[in-house]
């Protein structure tokens, strides 16, 4: 596609409730990075993935945060037994290559509301 | 870990004006990558302007341009003749060269007065 798509755009859910937020980052890019942004504050990383492999998972604030991307291209992040806490907007990006000069280009995120 | 501070959590502008954003981070790495990005309410995050920490000249993009300062840890950002698009969030964020997250700062809003 033409750009980093996410789904859904908005979730709400009841606290206790799993959640899969789904990430389609551009054709051909192997890189894919998945950040959260709180209220009024700049995103925070969470997860990276090289192709279908996970090479860093260092952001996740728990156990219950669990991402995938199985064919190395879309990938999904799924919360379980959310709490109010997990309400946020999640961003996913992706990158042609890895390097840190590649630039990673933003989906429109996907906000979530535990209620 | 990367701090990145930006001291401004609004700033405002007239129409066709300049403003310029703060930004300073703290590492202890020589070679790095700065960045701006916005952030409008639609809330993709558009990549602005990118410096390379080992470039002396400062980068410049159409009506956006950076003040790196290395020696002070500062990456400022001015946008010339203020536009109405221009209304966003702006996020300055780093990246060391060894790695492949970025860092973000909290933001600054501008808002851009017709």
């Known amino acids: 596609g033409a750009g980093v798509s996410q789904s859904p755009r908005y979730k709400v859910a009841k606290r206790g409730q799993d959640v899969a937020l789904r990430c389609d980052p551009i054709s051909g890019h192997v890189s894919l990075f998945w950040y959260q942004q709180a209220l009024g504050q700049g995103p925070e990383f969470l997860t990276y993935?090289?192709?279908?492999?996970?090479?860093?998972k260092s952001g996740l604030p728990s156990d219950r945060f669990f991402a995938e991307r199985p064919e190395g291209s879309v990938s999904t992040l799924k919360i379980q037994r959310t709490q109010q806490e997990d309400s946020a907007v999640y961003l996913c990006?992706?990158?042609?290559?890895?390097?840190?000069?590649?630039?990673?280009?933003f989906g429109d995120g996907t906000r979530l509301s535990i209620l | 870990a990367q701090t990145v501070t930006q001291s401004q959590p609004e700033m405002s502008v007239q129409e066709a004006e300049t403003v310029t954003l703060s930004c300073t981070y703290d590492?202890?790495?020589?070679?790095?990558?700065l960045f701006w990005y916005k952030q409008p309410p639609s809330r993709q995050m558009i990549l602005v302007i990118r410096q390379e920490a080992y470039k002396q000249q400062n980068a410049t993009e159409n009506r956006f341009s950076v003040n790196f300062q290395k020696a002070a840890k500062s990456f400022s950002l001015k946008i010339s003749d203020s536009q109405l698009g221009d209304a966003a969030m702006y996020f300055c964020?780093?990246?060391?060269?060894?790695?492949?997250?970025?860092?973000f700062g909290a933001g600054t809003t501008v808002t851009v007065r017709a």
């Open positions: 964020a780093y990246r060391s060269a060894g790695d492949y997250k970025l860092s």
């Open positions: 993935f090289q192709n279908e492999a996970q090479l860093d």
């Open positions: 990006a992706s990158s042609r290559v890895q390097g840190p000069a590649q630039p990673q280009h």
């Open positions: 590492t202890s790495e020589s070679d790095y990558y």
